[in-house]
Structures are given as structure tokens and as C-alpha cells.
């Protein structure tokens, strides 16, 4: 499932972190509160906000994504970026913009192959560490603070080539259809939206179940209300207590995300289901297979765990 909200244990978002131990991903699973029906009214944004404020730090700080790296190596890029690269193809000379970018090491290593980079994230804490990465990493990189649906106030007017997000940073949102408006508002004619995410398959399995069967338990459409959680772990591996551990969340479905962006006047021009995931998704079913990936150990074929979707603005 879904890296741990805001972490990973075993859901959320993996914002470019390198391999894990194995001892990072075995952490209790989450309860789910199905209030997308009913439940107090609150602040989604606040909420999450308050939960990666919390975590940016020890996200920085730990060994999962290899901060020390970027100083030491100028040729280091994260294992996200890595994957990408065969679909993302040469990015010199664009001008990108990555959406929810965390701690800026997909955005740094973006940078790194030469594209003059953007990142936007709603965490003041966690741009405070993407400005220090970013200079470490000697990368000339410029961060904003937004929420993704006031992106395009927020940059300018200029348009961007390339709009890059990465694993995990749908989920966090409520409503598909803006954020493809939003996207659509950012490019120039021509240019190109790249994402990388988990598959809303995935999103909706039950990642906690003993008895090793892949079973629904989360939705897989958008749906008005969200899914609210409360946990106390992140996905790196670390000895800070957390306090602020409740998390709102949303699934969409791929048919939703592709007619989103459709309906935003975009073309799609790829879409490819992968059979890896970046992080340990369903604890005890897994296995690694290299380059921070994992796969379903068993018939891995029956779960697509990934996608890669391309589109471009006319």
C-alpha cells in the first residue's frame, strides 16, 4: 500500500528516498478511520501539513536518502530520478517545475541533468531542508512555498516545459480534476507533464493482512470525504516521536486521472503499468529486486504497482 502517512509504514509518499533497511519497513500497520461517509469536519491541508512539518527533519536526516551523497558525489541521483530516466528521457535546457517536492532530491537531481529547476511544496520545514540539500549539492535550484492548487499564482506567469511529480503526491489531494487544471495552467503549448505514481490498484489493497491475500479494503475512486488515518511512524528509519500523526488521504482511479487531464484540454501520450514499487507496499509479500525497487514476490504479474503517465499541452 501506500507509504505510511506522512511517512511510509507501510503507506505514503517515498519523496525521493534511497533504499531502505529492511528493519525501516517493518513497523505496525495503520488503522484506517473510513470517514469519507461521516466524521468531524477538518482542516485536510493543516493536517497534513502539521504531519511533514514534523517529519522533514528526520527525513533529511536519515540514511534512507543519502543527503550526504549529494555533497560527496556531484554525479549522485536519487533512485526515483533513476528510474525514470528511460521514459523521462533528456531533460538539459527545460524548464521544470517538480510539484510536491519534499526535501528536493528528485528536484536536485533533476537539476543535476540539466534542467533549470522549480520545486513547490506546502511544508515550510521541509523547503527549509531542500534549500540546504540543494546547497550542499552546489545545484542552482529555486523552492516555493504553495499549496499544488495555488501553483500557478504562486511561480508566475511564465510557462514551464516539463511538470514533474513523483511517488506518492496524489494521494494527498482531494480533487483530481483541479490538480490537471493546474497542471495544464503551468505548461507552454508543447510541454510535457511526467509522473511517476503508485497504481490506485495498489492504493486500495489491504496492506496489513497475515494471511498473504491481496484484498481491497480502500477505495479506489475519488471520493468527496477522505480516508483519515492516525499513526505514529515514518518511512525512514529514525528515533524521533512524532506528535502530529493524523493524516488525511485520497485514492484516484486511473480511468479518473486520464480523463482529468484530458478534460484539462492535455493529450496523453504514454502510459505505462510497472510491476515495482519504491517502497515495501504490502510488509511480508515483498521482495527487493534492486535499485530501491520491490516487487510482489509472489506472481507479481497479477498487481500493477506503478504507473508512468506522460501527457502534453497542445
Given amino acids: 500500500m501506500r507509504p505510511q502517512a506522512p511517512g511510509r509504514t507501510p503507506r505514503q509518499r ?20 473510513n470517514t469519507w461517509n461521516h466524521g468531524p469536519v477538518e482542516d485536510y491541508a493543516e493536517l497534513n501539513r502539521a504531519s511533514w512539518d514534523e517529519r522533514a527533519p528526520a527525513h533529511a536526516a536519515s540514511r534512507d536518502y543519502a543527503v550526504e551523497r549529494f555533497a560527496r558525489d556531484p554525479g549522485h541521483l536519487s533512485e526515483t530520478v533513476r528510474f525514470d530516466l528511460p521514459l523521462l528521457g533528456d531533460v538539459g535546457g527545460l524548464r521544470g517545475v517538480h510539484l510536491q517536492c519534499h526535501i528536493g532530491t528528485d528536484t536536485v537531481s533533476l537539476a ?11 511544508s515550510p520545514a521541509s523547503l527549509a531542508e531542500a534549500r540546504r540539500i540543494a546547497s550542499l549539492a552546489g545545484a542552482d535550484v529555486r523552492f516555493v512555498e504553495a499549496e499544488v492548487y495555488d501553483a500557478a499564482d504562486a511561480l508566475g506567469p511564465e510557462p514551464f516545459d516539463l511538470v ?8 494527498w489531494l482531494p480533487d483530481i480534476a483541479r490538480w490537471a487544471r493546474v497542471v495544464a495552467g503551468l505548461l507552454r503549448p508543447g510541454g510535457r507533464l511526467f509522473i511517476r ?3 490506485p490498484m495498489l492504493w486500495a489493497l489491504d496492506d496489513a493482512r497475515p494471511d498473504g491475500l491481496l484484498a481491497v479494503e480502500y ?7 477522505p480516508m483519515v488515518f492516525d499513526e505514529e511512524g515514518t518511512y525512514v528509519e529514525t528515533d524521533v516521536v512524532f506528535t502530529h500523526n493524523r493524516t488525511h488521504e485520497w485514492n484516484h482511479g486511473l480511468g479518473e486521472i486520464v480523463t482529468a487531464l484530458m478534460s484539462a484540454g492535455m493529450d496523453l501520450t504514454g502510459l505505462v503499468e510497472h510491476d515495482s514499487v519504491p517502497w515495501d507496499a504490502l510488509p511480508g509479500q515483498m521482495e527487493r529486486i534492486g535499485g530501491g525497487e520491490w516487487r510482489l514476490a509472489d506472481r507479481p504479474w497479477r498487481l500493477p504497482h506503478t504507473y508512468t503517465l506522460q501527457a502534453v499541452s497542445p
Fill in 197 to 199: 505514481e503508485g497504481h
Fill in 164 to 171: 514533474y511529480t513523483g511517488i506518492g503526491a496524489l494521494c
Fill in 219 to 225: 477505495p479506489y475512486f475519488e471520493r468527496e470525504g
Fill in 112 to 122: 543535476r541533468l540539466g534542467a533549470d529547476m522549480t520545486g513547490l511544496d506546502f
Fill in 14 to 33: 517515498c519523496p525521493g528516498a534511497e533504499d531502505p533497511p529492511p528493519e525501516a519497513s517493518e513497523a505496525p500497520a495503520r488503522e484506517a478511520r
